[in-house]
């Protein structure tokens, strides 16, 4: 039964994180004495379901983990939340997704990242009817392309037929980066939003040029693609909104960036919450772009993530 909490359903990967301090890197063959561990449920996903989740939204993370003691602890800490994990899918044969960073004493790290679980989400999981009554039943569907693009083509497949409003973040990885010619699968220009960083953006029509105009001309182009809306974040110098009959600019807000670990998150999953209660779009673009903001003046990703309070703070100090 729906309570009277915007609905946001919430598609993407999760991880425990796991830090090991030390005073100098192992060498091969090498053993060193390590001077502190910690460890946090992280992820795309799962950082942007947090974000929405504490902005006041009905929250459903879904995503997939293993059968293993890292599980237990993500489902218990997302109950702590109020998130619901009933789609959380479990694999047989996969741990839990892990990311496992050494850091040395002058701050340097090394980092290993496993996908495990994640990898392991089929168009199966999600081809259901409770699933589907889900996202029928949601307000907003955010999905985060970190995942296989062809289970995110499914997700989209998904989403669209339930006539569901749809975030993608497409979040291409640096392999694609580095290719000039790296172009998103089509039912990716599907999405009612699209929000790719300036980096990923830039690549997809071989842009060059780290600027307003040319984050325009970027969303313009996707927009000619397919895409309802692209709302291009640029980091220092804000975020752009272009749809069909505009292009919104959005300067960026002044504080001091310490930390971009959780920022795309924060804004990704701020931005369903505000597109979730019904928000024109500019105005959830500032909503998100404050949140993203807000989280990189701390350190960390999930403990950076700002409250809905701090968020409009910070937006009554726009002109």
């Known amino acids: ?93 996969k741990s839990t997704g892990a990311i496992v960073s050494f850091v040395s004493s002058s701050g340097a790290n090394r980092t290993v990242t496993s996908e495990g679980a994640n990898r392991a989400l089929t168009d199966g999981d999600i081809r259901t009817e409770e699933f589907e009554r889900l996202l029928e039943s949601a307000d907003v569907c955010l999905i985060n392309g970190g995942l296989s693009s062809d289970f995110v083509c499914a997700a989209l497949r998904a ?7 749809v975030i993608l973040d497409p979040a291409v990885n640096s392999e694609q980066l580095q290719n000039t010619n790296v172009h998103l699968p089509l039912d990716y220009y599907t999405a009612d939003v699209l929000v790719p960083n300036f980096a990923e953006a830039a690549e997809l029509i071989a842009a060059a040029g780290h600027n307003v105009h040319t984050a325009k001309i970027i969303g313009t182009d996707l927009i000619a693609r397919g895409v309802g809306c692209a709302i291009i974040k640029l980091g220092k110098k ?6 069909r009959e505009n292009a919104t600019h959005i300067p960026a807000f002044d504080v001091k960036c310490i930390d971009r670990t959780g920022c795309g998150d924060a804004f990704d999953g701020a931005l369903a919450a505000s597109l979730a209660v019904g928000d024109e779009i500019v105005k959830a673009a500032k909503f998100a772009s404050a949140a993203g903001a ?26």
């Open 238 to 243: 804000g975020a752009v909104v272009i749809d």
């Open 1 to 93: 039964m729906r309570g009277d909490k915007p609905r946001v359903v919430v598609i993407g990967g999760v991880y425990v994180d796991m830090a090991v301090r030390c005073v100098d890197f192992p060498a091969t063959g090498q053993t060193v004495s390590g001077s502190g561990f910690s460890y946090t449920h992280t992820g795309a996903g799962l950082n942007q379901a947090v974000q929405a989740a504490i902005c006041g939204c009905e929250v459903f993370l879904a995503g997939k983990v293993g059968k293993d003691d890292f599980a237990k602890i993500i489902r218990n800490n997302l109950d702590g939340l109020g998130i619901n994990h009933e789609f959380l899918f479990e694999a047989d044969a």
């Open 159 to 165: 989403a669209k037929l339930a006539r569901t409003k």
């Open 294 to 319: 807000l989280a990189c003046s701390k350190f960390g990703a999930l403990e950076a993530l700002p409250k809905k309070m701090e968020i409009i703070q910070l937006l009554q100090t726009l002109p």
